[in-house]
């Protein structure tokens, strides 16, 4: 079993950047793909980022491409998602997720999920 715990959000002008922390617990950590996932005030929550178990590849959304990085540290057992440019449109709750083994943008194939951190970005 694994348990999430997300830190880093805040209030952050647009451009600016912020650096969000997700971290686990369990001895397991380094057998799961993780992800991060975003939902914005009346929005479904989306897709952001995820990891292999080994870091080895990752996957972004479009809309972060080229702005967000993922990495992960299996010996500290976290991972991390450092957001540059941030825009208004980035603003919601992050949610950090694991999924056994197998990497997937699909949200209902993630088994763990942490309890969310808000980012605001303003114009």
């Known amino acids: 079993q694994v348990q999430l715990v997300e830190s880093g959000g805040g209030l952050v002008q647009a451009g600016g950047s912020l650096r969000l922390s997700c971290a686990a617990s369990?001895?397991?950590?380094?057998?799961?793909?993780m992800g991060w996932f975003r939902q914005a005030p009346g929005k479904e929550r989306e897709f952001v980022a995820a990891?292999?178990?080994?870091?080895?590849?990752?996957y972004y959304a479009d809309s972060v491409k080229g702005r967000f990085t993922i990495s992960r540290d299996n010996n500290a057992k976290t991972v991390t998602l450092q957001m540059s440019s941030l825009k208004p449109e980035d603003t919601a709750v992050y949610y950090c997720a694991a999924t056994y083994l197998a990497t997937t943008r699909s949200m209902d194939e993630y088994d763990y999920w942490g309890q969310g951190t808000q980012v605001t970005v303003s114009s």
């Open positions: 369990g001895r397991t950590f380094s057998m799961y793909a």
């Open positions: 990891i292999s178990y080994n870091g080895g590849r990752t």
